[in-house]
């Protein structure tokens, strides 16, 4: 009797229940170990997430550089190879859109990998003169700059192209045009599709580059290379994806025949995650059909196939962080989708704005007790605003019930894009500590931030309080 109860309860696959070891919700990596506790594992090292969680403290930011260049790595295979197979004649440039996330854990490893960049603004790009200055990076890789042109962001780009970068600025509005293609390198063309497409952002009137008329009534410039769009983040289906490269395309063509020198599309960023694991289309399947898709029109229009370049920002990122938090008191709730609130020892406002900002969905599971008895939770921040929370859209999320004497932890997957550069410090709690898990070793990138350090954040400086 007893031995069927244990394999019984063993039976329960647990790994599977919180969705973990599945490639197609970016959960590859994840497991849960016998004690219940969750892992991440990079070839022979396995990371501990709740040792690590309940050594460093929380609330706690966990960054796993190897994933980032795993996927990435994924992603430039599978292009080439279906370019290869297809018989296509254009090359691949994956470009990191450096908005997403523009920390060093990030950049450095996707550098290493082979990427590209794209980058938004003259801070951005100040970034990016630094690590080109200290050799941090092929001095082949382009950098694509988009965002308005301000003069000291337009004096950084000629700077740099004088230097040597491969820099490629990219006309945004009407009032660019006469100022950027005075540049001596390539320079882009961004067209705000008329195309209506299936992300949270779809908006009638994108303030974002040239209407396709005006981008079509531009007399030749000799050093146009790169047509751009970028329809907007976090596409919900591969329908969507296709249907504005096919819309493109036309675009592409008419232009080609005014500025002869554009030989490249660049699709821009979309490509979506799987937040809230349900099916969803995958890298392999969007690749091969766009490829197979280009070579079929280009074919068709007796041009060229164009070199394709992708700005795939969240895709890469999210999945490569990870935000840990312990439950610090439970309350309960009368009459509700769910039984209790668990209030964090963090902030959904301030750490994962999307949450508040957006409305958006999280992968939330626990870091221990993974295989006990459970409860329906909402989650509850720690600033004293009642909009930080997080019930899953008013339905609810299942935690382990508390246990006296017992730290529960709480993860949130995926947090890797955005997140950090829109946090912020109501009620001036401290931003989470900050580690990376790489090659088997934990490194700090970030400690807890003490309360002078966000105080000087608001001009008390030493003496200051008197
Ligand atoms: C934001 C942005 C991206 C990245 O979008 P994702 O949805 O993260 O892939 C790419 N290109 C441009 C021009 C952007 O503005």
Redesign the pocket.
Known sequence: MAKKKKSKKLGKNWRKFWKLGVDEFNTKFFGVNKDGELTAAEGHHIYNLSDIALKYGTPLSVVFPFVLEDRLKDLIGYFQAYMKIYGYKGKFFYHY?M??NQNKEFLLPLLSEGANL?V?SANELWIVKKLWEGERFHAKIRVLC?GPKSDQYLDLIEELRSKGMNIVPIIESLEEVERVSKHKGDIGMRVNLSLKTDTHWDKKFDL?GLTEKDALGLSKMKNLKIM?Y?V???IKTQKSIIDAIKHAFGIYVELQKIHPTLDTLDI????GIPYDRKKFYTVKGVSSKIIKVLKNLSDKAGIRHPNLAV?????IAAPAQVMIYKVISEKSIPTANAKSWYVLDGSFMNDLKDTWAIHQKWHIIPANNMTGALKTTWLAGSTCDSDDKYTEGGNYILLPKLHEGRDQLVAVLDTG??QEALASHHCLLSAPMKITAQNGTIQIIRKHETADAIGKLFGWTNGDHK
Request: zero cysteines; hydrophobic letters at 20%.
């Open positions: 859109p908005k997403v794209e938004t988009n974002f751009h970028h907007g983040s976090q821009g960023g979309g490509f700005e795939w920002g969240r895709y894009a955005y």
